[in-house]
């Protein structure tokens, strides 16, 4: 999974929400559903998803000590699917669901703030 000219489209919006200390919370949109968009997209924009092995996301380098050990403690990717919305495919209902952040997640942004 790459950006590459004759690639497959993939079309990703994102927008930040909040930034400090060398990460970043963005709301991400994808319009197309490709394996690893996510990732790969921010990966190629030089943004990569926090704690994510396959596509850089584990240098923390640029980080203060106690936000690379918050990161760490996370132990995975720094990625959450925050509200999903869609129809039901027998009764036409429009659906949606939605999750707040993980306890670890919020430990990591604590930690970009202060």
Known sequence: MAVVEK?????????????????SLVEVKIETG?????????????????????YKGK?????????????????RQALHHHRMRFTH?????EMTFVSPLPKDMLSVLGKAKS
């Not at 690639?7 to 990460?23: F, N």
């Not at 240098?59 to 403690?73: C, D, G, N, V, Y």
């Not at 495919?89 to 209902?93: A, Q």
């Open 7 to 23: 690639g497959r489209e993939a079309l990703t919006c994102y927008r930040v929400l909040a930034s400090g200390k060398g990460i």
């Open 34 to 54: 490709r394996t690893h968009q996510i990732r790969v997209h921010m990966h190629h924009i030089g943004h990569p998803v926090v704690g994510d092995p396959v």
């Open 59 to 75: 240098s923390f380098r640029h980080l203060s000590p106690s936000l690379k050990e918050t990161i760490k403690a996370l132990g």
């Open 89 to 93: 495919p027998v009764t036409g209902e």
